[in-house]
């Protein structure tokens, strides 16, 4: 009955290979974000997603894209991993974009 | 830029003291600041919030506490326990609804 899940939840792959982070909420939010966080466990916005607009942090390379097949899952799909990529990534989710959000447990993704 | 900006110290507490972690902000138009809390190998918890029209919010065992003339932010945890040992977080709202973390404070109850 986790309200936000994320899987896989540890992720280890080559440099170079695309992967994806698959992200389900039963909170019946409608705005979903991507965070990274790095070994220093700073955390970072990466995206920002409802139903009709899509905010990007603009420092988030163009190998990461957020994709929604609708309202209850945000994935991410990051291409070309390089090794900066190793992080735990979190999804989180809030109704009508306000606060608080709520986290999923993270994803750590190693690049080896 | 403007940041929410938070040292990265590690706070010692002895159980059943009260614990005081501490957040400096330097974007003076922010009006929403939240709280969380992070456990090993989870994600970041929802704590306590507060908006810029208040200075002083509580909850159980936690109070934030909101100082807009130093841009400061601190949380109050009353008779600190185990289960209170985390890494504590800061943000305040920026721009789109997105939120902007501090660093973060390791927070450690001693027996």
């Known amino acids: 009955d986790t309200a936000v899940s994320q899987t896989p939840k540890y992720l280890v792959t080559q440099m170079g290979n695309d992967k994806s982070i698959k992200c389900e909420q039963n909170?019946?939010?409608?705005?979903m974000y991507w965070y990274k966080q790095d070994s220093k466990k700073f955390l970072k916005i990466m995206f920002s997603?409802?139903?009709?607009?899509?905010?990007i942090n603009e420092t988030v390379p163009n190998r990461f894209s957020p994709k929604s097949p609708d309202k209850a899952h945000l994935n991410l799909h990051i291409n070309s991993l390089e090794l900066g990529d190793s992080a735990v990534y979190f999804c989180?989710?809030?109704?009508?974009?306000?606060?608080?959000?709520?986290f999923g447990d993270g994803t750590r993704l190693s690049i080896l | 830029g403007e940041s929410v900006g938070l040292h990265l110290p590690t706070l010692s507490v002895q159980e059943g003291d009260n614990s005081i972690i501490n957040c400096a902000y330097s974007?003076?138009?922010?009006?929403?600041f939240i709280w969380y809390k992070q456990e090993s190998g989870k994600g970041p918890q929802f704590i306590i919030d507060?908006?810029?029209?208040?200075d002083k919010r509580q909850g159980q065992r936690v109070t934030v506490l909101l100082n807009k003339t130093v841009k400061h932010l601190s949380l109050q945890i009353a008779a600190t326990q185990p289960g209170d040992s985390a890494v504590y977080f800061c943000?305040?709202?920026?721009?789109?609804?997105?939120?902007?973390f501090g660093g973060g404070t390791r927070l450690m109850v001693k027996p």
């Open positions: 943000a305040e709202k920026n721009a789109g609804n997105m939120l902007t």
């Open positions: 909170l019946g939010h409608d705005t």
């Open positions: 989180a989710s809030s109704h009508r974009g306000a606060q608080p959000q709520h």
């Open positions: 974007n003076s138009a922010s009006d929403y």
């Open positions: 997603y409802n139903n009709k607009e899509l905010i």
């Open positions: 507060i908006r810029s029209n208040m």
